[in-house]
Nanobody, 124 residues
Framework: QVQLMESGGGLVQAGGSLRLSCTAS????????MGWYRQAPGKQREMVAD???????NYADSVKGRFTISRDNAKKTVLLQMSSLKPEDTAVYYC??????????????????WGQGTQVTVSS
C-alpha cells in the first residue's frame, strides 16, 4: 500500500507565501516523477509543477517565477514553495507520484498515486 501525506496548506493574504510538503510511504520500489496539481471550484485539475528524480522541473505558465518545486529522493518528499501568491492560486492542491511498487502489478508498471489534497486560500 502506498500513501502520500501532504501538509502546509492554509489561508494567506495576496503577496504572501506558503510551503507545501508531501511524503510518500509504503511498499515503494522506485519513484519516477513527483509533482503538484491543483483544482479550483468549478475547474478541472491542472498541473502546477513536477520534478524528475534527477531534478528536472516543469511548471505551469501561471506559476513560473513564483513557485519552486524540489524533492528529496532519500526521504521520498516533494516540496512546493509558493511565493507572491494571488487569489487565483486558491485551490485544493494535490500531491502526485508516479511510482513502482514492491509487489503486485506495480512492480513492472508505474502508476499514479495521489494525496488527499490540501486547501490553499489566498485572500485579496
Amino acid at each position: 500500500q502506498v500513501q502520500l501525506m501532504e501538509s502546509g496548506g492554509g489561508l494567506v493574504q495576496a503577496g504572501g507565501s506558503l510551503r507545501l510538503s508531501c511524503t510518500a510511504s509504503g511498499h515503494i520500489s522506485r519513484i519516477n516523477s513527483m509533482g503538484w496539481y491543483r483544482q479550483a471550484p468549478g475547474k478541472q485539475r491542472e498541473m502546477v509543477a513536477d520534478i524528475t528524480p534527477g531534478g528536472n522541473t516543469n511548471y505551469a505558465d501561471s506559476v513560473k517565477g513564483r513557485f519552486t518545486i524540489s524533492r528529496d529522493n532519500a526521504k521520498k518528499t516533494v516540496l512546493l514553495q509558493m511565493s507572491s501568491l494571488k487569489p487565483e492560486d486558491t485551490a485544493v492542491y494535490y500531491c502526485n507520484a508516479f511510482l513502482y511498487t514492491m509487489y503486485g502489478s506495480g512492480q513492472n508498471t508505474p502508476f499514479d498515486y495521489w494525496g488527499q489534497g490540501t486547501q490553499v486560500t489566498v485572500s485579496s
